[in-house]
């Protein structure tokens, strides 16, 4: 199990748990972390979130559905 901690930790994007909601929350309220939608959020806030999902789609696919296939 990965351990959380700083925003440098996390991916691009990623999808919040419980286990991560401290950190993210923190790193939303620094201005380190944004987010996207629902549990999304991303690290590259100085990005338009238009580019990030552009760039990052098919992975952002897998984590919204899980075990889809397309």
Known sequence: ??????????????????ETSAAVSRGV???????????????????EPEAVIRRNLWQIVGLLFPGSVV
């Open 29 to 47: 309220r620094t201005g380190a972390m944004r987010r996207l939608e629902g549990r999304l959020y991303t690290t590259k806030v100085a990005e």
């Open 1 to 18: 199990m990965v351990k959380y901690r700083a925003p440098t930790d996390f991916p691009e994007v990623f999808l919040s748990t419980a």
